[in-house]
């Protein structure tokens, strides 16, 4: 399939559970990849497995001149860059507010959300250049209440709301789409693995059981809807947002058996 041939995508986090799933999806669907991410091991392993239209470029989003050598490089690779996804993302150690320290508030803020800032700041001047394109904004389902023990997290991704749609507004006129997914849980290191600084990983008390779809979300179900935020079908959707949570936002689904 070729849906996405002559698209270049940057993927931030691109090693990760979800950002690796986006990046084999899209270049299996022709677009040339740019793995953006820490982890120069994984990023070259992957880029060297999907072979041609693949690169490892080393990002740290929190840093803007990581940014500017990222998207230099991936136009300088491929001639142009149409789509990125601000998918790199960090949760802080679970503790109330009152014992979270300035360090870790700065640390979250600066990865989830400044990330997502720099990186919108840094790809819109490429994007216009390419004659347009999109940008997806991974944000979580954390975004639409409170969560007790993640106030750093729960802001981070909130914010990325604000600027989803303020990005929407400011760039649509230059046809680049610009919207937000919101993950429920999903089965990635992010929650089988602890937090930096945390004893224990998500995964250790979370179950799906009680949900609408009482399974795990895959990263492949992120994909989805990914693909088709940055696809023509989505050409008329912007400033949006999607919650890909299998029912966890509705709260437990009372079984027939217990009524
Ligand atoms: N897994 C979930 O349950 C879940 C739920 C809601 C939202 N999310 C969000 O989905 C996104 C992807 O997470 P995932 O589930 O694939 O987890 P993951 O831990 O597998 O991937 C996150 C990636 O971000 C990278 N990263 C961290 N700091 C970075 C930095 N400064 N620069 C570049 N890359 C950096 C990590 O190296 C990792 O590859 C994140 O934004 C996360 O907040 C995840």
Do not use: C
């Not at 507004?169 to 789409?177: A, Q």
């Amino acid at each position: 399939m070729s849906r996405f041939a002559h698209q270049t995508v940057l993927v931030t986090g691109g090693t990760g559970g979800q950002g690796a799933s986006h990046v084999r999806a899209l270049h299996a669907e022709g677009a040339n990849v740019v793995i953006g991410a820490l982890d120069a091991d994984r990023g070259a392993e992957l880029a060297a497995e999907l072979g041609d239209r693949a690169r490892f470029v080393h990002l740290d989003v929190s840093r803007e001149e990581s940014w500017a050598a990222a998207v230099a490089e991936t136009e300088k690779t491929f001639g142009a860059l149409t789509v990125l996804v601000n998918n790199a993302g960090v949760q802080n150690p679970p503790a109330l507010i009152e014992a979270t320290d300035r360090a870790t508030w700065a640390r979250i803020l600066d990865i989830n959300l400044t990330g997502t800032f720099l990186g919108i700041k840094a790809a819109a001047p490429a994007l216009r250049r390419a004659g347009g394109g999109a940008i997806v904004n991974i944000a979580s389902v954390m975004a639409t209440g409170g969560t007790a023990f993640y106030a750093p997290y729960v802001a981070s991704k909130w914010a990325i709301r604000g600027l989803t749609q303020t990005a929407a507004l400011e760039l649509g006129r230059d046809s680049i789409r610009v919207n937000a997914i919101h993950p429920g849980v999903i089965a990635t290191p992010f929650i089988t693995e602890p937090a930096a600084g945390a004893h224990a990983p998500i995964a250790d008390f979370y179950s799906p059981e009680p949900f609408a779809v009482p399974r795990l979300g895959q990263p492949a179900d992120i994909t989805a809807l990914l693909l088709f935020l940055i696809s023509p079908d989505a050409a008329f959707v912007t400033g949006a947002e999607y919650v890909v949570d299998g029912g966890l936002l509705l709260g437990p689904a009372l079984q027939k058996e217990t009524v």
